[in-house]
């Protein structure tokens, strides 16, 4: 039997299940597959930028997601080697958005919470254990093959999104290169519900630390503080998972060497690639599927919830208003491409080239960027309005 849908998202991430969800509010048929059986618990993407935020609330999800979440209006700039801290305030960027703030919260509590909705929708459907193993299609629509538990199904679908992730199978299937560098360097991030903030003077939720020998990120999520430090390559798993490798972290954040215990220790590897291209016929690449980049700045899974949103605009004046589907699905491509390549792969490098602070003339080039936002308010606006990845919006509206 073949089950027939106008759209079959893949992938029940952050970036699937708002396509997928959205559609259904529109009034499209959209089922979601999911190969796991569960939504996936990828602890790296934890916070929600201020645009996300109000997608979230034109969903109808954005209080049950403020709930379990922890606001943070203002993010920190440390040097370790000079002891210089800067803090942005989201507060002087509220005239560009209702929710100045960036929201920290696990990205599968958003995936289980909009999953559930869609399941309860009429128009969407969540089916979990759901492994892709082809797709084929024609001029009038996309063929998947499926496993499940119990049977190898059908399906048909006007269009399909696919948001499976890095390892994306349909991306594989359609044979489109992944073009772009991994780091050399891989980067390990530990958590602990230790009161760290009660060592460290004046800690936001969200802070950057910069040093030429060390950088490190401490990012609260509420019932957590991730530390994330790279990780050498000359160091093995062994040896960077190891209890020494912990103690050394906190001993080095803390000043001491008490004993913290840690709920996770992940080690992975960092990559900036983009699609070569972002839809061929009748599927659509988004989300990590299409791009992927560093973490530092909390892109990745922000920039795919905004091909989700400008992709399903796109499917409601195709599949509702008639519109003709190839320029409107080209021109998807050119924003989101575009805006990948511009600003997440350009600015997520500079971020990361920020807190390496490699020192040139005596100061390092976040030592000279942290001086400037401290004294320049028109530097400082137009920094944290790129970080909040409103720029980028405004840029992408401008692509025709
Ligand atoms: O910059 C951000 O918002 C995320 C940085 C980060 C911190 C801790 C773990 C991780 O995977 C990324």
């Known amino acids: 039997m073949i089950v027939r849908t106008r759209v079959l998202v893949v992938g029940a991430g952050p970036v699937g299940v708002t396509a997928a969800y959205r559609l259904a509010q529109m009034g499209i048929d959209a089922i979601l597959l999911e190969a796991n059986a569960d939504c996936p618990e990828d602890m790296r993407a934890s916070t929600f930028h201020p645009p996300s935020l109000e997608m979230m609330a034109e969903l109808g999800v954005l209080d049950e997601l403020e709930a379990a979440g922890l606001r943070a209006p203002v993010y920190q700039y ?21 929710y100045p703030y960036r929201l920290q919260c696990e990205q599968f ?64 299937w359609l044979d489109i290169e992944f073009e772009g560098f991994t780091y050399p360097e891989r980067f390990l991030t530990l958590s602990t519900d230790y009161p760290i903030e009660t060592h460290i003077e004046g800690l936001a939720h969200v802070n950057y630390v910069a040093d030429s020998a060390e950088w490190c990120v401490l990012l609260r999520v509420p019932s957590l503080w991730r ?38 220790r992940t080690l992975y590897r960092v990559h900036q690639r983009v699609a070569h291209d972002f839809r061929k016929g009748r599927v659509i690449l988004a989300g990590d599927a299409a791009h992927l980049n560093n973490p530092l700045g909390g892109f990745g899974m922000n920039s ?42 350009s600015q997520t490098i500079k971020n990361k080239e920020m807190l390496e602070a490699e020192q040139r003339d005596g100061k390092s080039e976040q030592e000279r960027k942290l001086e400037r936002l401290a004294t320049d308010a028109d530097a400082r606006r137009d920094y944290m309005l790129r970080q909040a990845m409103i720029t980028s919006l405004r840029e992408e509206a401008a692509i025709a």
Do not use: C, M
Not at 78 to 98: C, F, K, Q, S, Y
């Open 78 to 98: 440390r040097n370790r080697r000079t002891g210089n801290r800067v803090e942005l305030d989201l507060a002087e960027i509220g005239d560009a958005t209702p």
């Open 109 to 172: 509590k958003l995936s289980r919470l909009l999953s559930t909705r869609l399941d309860a929708h009429p128009h969407g459907r969540s089916l979990f254990q759901r492994r892709i193993l082809g797709i084929a299609q024609d001029t009038a629509g996309v063929t998947v093959s499926v496993e499940s538990p119990l049977a190898i199904e059908q399906y048909r679908a006007d269009y399909v999104i696919a948001a499976d992730g890095a390892n994306s199978t349909i991306r594989k």
């Open 227 to 264: 530390i994330l430090v790279p990780a050498r390559e000359d160091e093995d798993d062994e040896t960077l998972l190891s209890d020494a490798k912990k103690n050394r972290v906190f001993a080095g954040l803390l000043g001491d060497d008490r004993p913290i215990t840690t709920y996770h």
């Open 304 to 345: 795919g919830i905004h091909d989700a949103w400008n992709i399903t605009a796109k499917l409601r004046e195709i599949l509702l208003e008639g519109a003709e589907a190839e320029p409107l699905l080209d021109l998807y491509e050119r924003q989101r491409r575009t805006i990948t390549r511009q600003f997440v792969q």
